[in-house]
């Protein structure tokens, strides 16, 4: 969640907050500061480390898992770096010991134990992640201001998603799946490939390119360079706004700046797996998250409500809706009412219209989706969430600096029960 742009709810924001993003089990998150940045570990909240930079502040801190490495771009009013530079931190050093600059202002970094992706804002660029980082893959997109981009975390599958070069169109990556094309080129010393530690001894890599550069012939050669297969997706007639994947990259969600709709497919097939509507009127939605087990997500948007839903009948829940007072009071009318001799409930527990019945008559919208569990936190906010490491709880980071945790019941859903509260960022933070 990138805070440096101002939002209509910008002026709820913590001072000096500037960046707050979860890392790829969603244990810990990281905040940038107009004066430095912040781990923080999420279950139980706790601040791990925190990093003061008395000439500069921070806009994007991106983690890998818990490891010492961090990417960091400056950002705020007195960027601590020129925001069109990447540097790769190693804590135990306290000092950063990758530093990559580009022609454009960086909008997002991703990080993987052997690759790492910058994004600017036509641009997705793939490195290798070592000391000295080889360019990989370059691949062209739509303005991409917001950054959006999705890596998975698993070891034994790389899958990139990021914005088409249509509006509204997704790109998907399979970077473990390449493709050798034989191309004629000068002459170039080859670089050395990524290792298990991500950075091996500067020394033993400047000694084979030294041996490289001195076997060299000094001609034209025909060399293999790889090139990936590229699944595109049209997912939204909008904009993108928001754009995730799972952990081992089998599913990717996605919505538009309208914010209405959230649209989850299967990234092999590329096939529309699910269709939800979180709302009737528009929203910036900040965050989707998936749960462990890929059956569940929630969403969370700049009006401070998180939605979750069902992805299948196996974790739906078997709640029925009659109308009138006993009727739970979150979401539109036409989301809350549920005739069972309509037969209209959803296999996944997913709120439906009691009109669904008639949808082959009636507009997509009573047909829709809407989510089997809701909450709002206590402030017009920002927000971004992620289901916690307890059974059945999502938690979330506000952009005015709170901490939520809350629990849903996996059965009747409905609204959800607020566990705990806490202010990350405090006033006397900022003395």
């Known amino acids: 969640m990138n805070l440096s742009k101002p939002s209509p709810y910008s002026a709820s924001d913590a001072p000096g907050l500037l960046y707050a993003s979860f890392n790829q089990d969603f244990g810990c998150f990281s905040c940038g500061l107009d004066s430095g940045f912040r781990i923080y570990n999420c279950d139980p909240l706790k601040e791990k480390m925190r990093k003061e930079f008395e000439d500069g502040g921070i806009c994007i801190v991106e983690m890998l898992f818990r490891c010492n490495y961090l990417a960091l771009v400056g950002g705020g009013k007195n960027p601590k770096y020129p925001p069109n530079k990447v540097i790769i931190w190693d804590d135990e050093r306290n000092r950063g010991v990758i530093e990559l600059e580009f022609r454009s202002e960086v909008k997002a970094v991703r990080l993987r134990r052997d690759k790492f992706v910058v994004v600017l804002v036509n641009k997705v660029i793939v490195y290798t992640f070592s000391l000295q980082p080889t360019k990989l893959h370059v691949f062209e997109t739509v303005d991409n201001d917001r950054g959006l981009v999705a890596l998975s975390s698993s070891d034994k599958h790389a899958i990139l998603i990021f914005p088409g070069r249509q509006s509204g169109h997704i790109q998907i990556v399979d970077l473990n799946s390449v493709v050798s094309t034989t191309a004629v080129s000068s002459s170039a ?93 528009r929203a910036e939605i900040y965050s989707i998250a998936f749960n462990s087990d890929s059956t569940r997500i929630c969403a969370g948007s700049d009006k401070g409500t998180v939605h979750i839903f069902n992805l299948d009948g196996a974790t739906g829940g078997t709640r029925v809706y009659n109308g009138g007072a006993g009727s739970p009071s979150a979401g539109p009318h036409y989301g809350e009412v549920i005739q069972p001799h309509h037969s209209s409930q959803m296999s996944t527990g997913n709120r439906q219209s009691s009109f669904a019945f008639m949808k082959d008559l009636l507009p997509k919208y009573f047909s829709s989706a809407w989510s089997f569990a809701q909450f709002k936190v206590a402030a017009d906010c920002r927000c971004i969430c992620a289901f916690g490491g307890e059974k059945n709880t999502v938690i979330v980071i506000c952009a005015d600096g709170s901490f939520y945790r809350f629990m849903f019941d996996p059965q009747k859903g409905g609204e959800c029960v607020r566990e705990s509260y806490n202010k990350f960022l405090k006033e006397s933070d900022d003395d």
Request: hydrophobic share 30%; proline share 9%; net charge positive.
């Open 189 to 281: 010393p080859s670089a050395p490939s990524a290792s298990a530690n991500p950075f091996t001894a500067a020394t033993q890599q400047q000694q084979q390119q030294q041996q490289q550069q001195q076997t060299q012939p000094k001609y034209p050669m025909a060399s293999t360079k790889p090139t990936a297969n590229i699944s595109i997706i049209p997912a939204h007639t909008s904009p993108l706004f928001c754009l995730v994947t799972n952990t081992n990259g089998t599913k990717c969600a996605s919505a538009s700046d309208k914010g209405t709709l959230i649209r989850v497919f299967d990234t092999g097939s590329s096939k529309l797996l699910n269709e939800f509507r979180r709302g009737v009127d």
